[in-house]
Antibody
Framework: QLQLQESGPGLVKPSETLSLTCTAS??????????WGWVRQPPGKGLEWVGS???????YYNPSLKSRVTISVDTSKNQFSLKLRSVTAADTAVYYC?????????????WGQGTLVTVSS | SYELTQPPSVSVSPGQTASITCSGD??????VSWYQQRPGQSPVLVIY???KRPSGIPERFSGSNSGNTATLTISGTQTMDEADYFC?????????FGGGTKLTVL
């Protein structure tokens, strides 16, 4: 059964770059049936899609974050990564990685446990 | 940009039926998914493609989608169902989440 695990610094300074990695186990990132995505949740608030990527295709980003986000895949390590540049306090959130179905509807399942990233000096 | 609207909160008595709505322009033309998130936990998929249940999700969870509104229905609601619920759809290649509904069982 596929499991996803986020990793990366829990504290990032304002104006710097947030970098997270999601490692998949129990399944392959190279599957043709799925996208791989990032979703974030500010404390006490709702879910916000950050972006998704297909193992062999172009990434798709939330238009509101597009200018600052890069998502990439490393199939050799069965990982995908998120970089968010020029962060501010508004980027403080729990960041989840999740597998997204390629089929109509594009549901997310499963999700990682999430990692809290705080932006503060 | 496309928006999905959910009521902030819904209350239900144990054993009764809870209905949580998700509204969006011509939402019935899209496929809707629903997620349950208990406090301090990651979201869990409970409904996909409007009305399908993933393996392991109790039969009391059901979904429908027509017109501008999708509905998550929980029959015979249990105290363990108390959680936040989020709807989600695709608008072209963009993923959209609803704002979430806090379900209180009391």
């Amino acid at each position: 059964q596929l499991q996803l695990q986020e990793s990366g610094p829990g504290l990032v300074k304002p104006s710097e770059t947030l970098s997270l990695t999601c490692t998949a186990s129990g399944g392959s990132i190279s599957s043709s049936s799925y996208y791989w995505g990032w979703v974030r949740q500010p404390p006490g608030k709702g879910l916000e899609w950050v972006g998704s990527i297909y193992y062999a295709g172009s990434p798709y980003y939330n238009p509101s974050l597009k200018s600052r986000v890069t998502i990439s895949v490393d199939t050799s390590k069965n990982q995908f990564s998120l970089k968010l540049r020029s962060v501010t306090a508004a980027d403080t959130a729990v960041y989840y990685c999740a597998r997204r179905a390629y089929s109509n509807g594009g549901w997310f399942d499963p999700w990682g446990q999430g990692t809290l990233v705080t932006v503060s000096s | 940009s496309y928006e999905l609207t959910q009521p902030p909160s819904v209350s239900v008595s144990p054993g009764q039926t809870a209905s949580i709505t998700c509204s969006g322009d011509k939402l019935g033309d899209k496929n809707v998914s629903w997620y349950q998130q208990r406090p301090g936990q990651s979201p869990v998929l409970v409904i996909y493609q409007d009305k399908k249940r993933p393996s392991g999700i109790p039969e009391r969870f059901s979904g429908s989608n027509s017109g501008n509104t999708a509905t998550l229905t929980i029959s015979g609601t249990q105290t363990m169902d108390e959680a936040d619920y989020f709807c989600q759809a695709l608008d072209s290649s963009t993923v959209v989440f609803g704002g979430g509904t806090k379900l209180t069982v009391l």
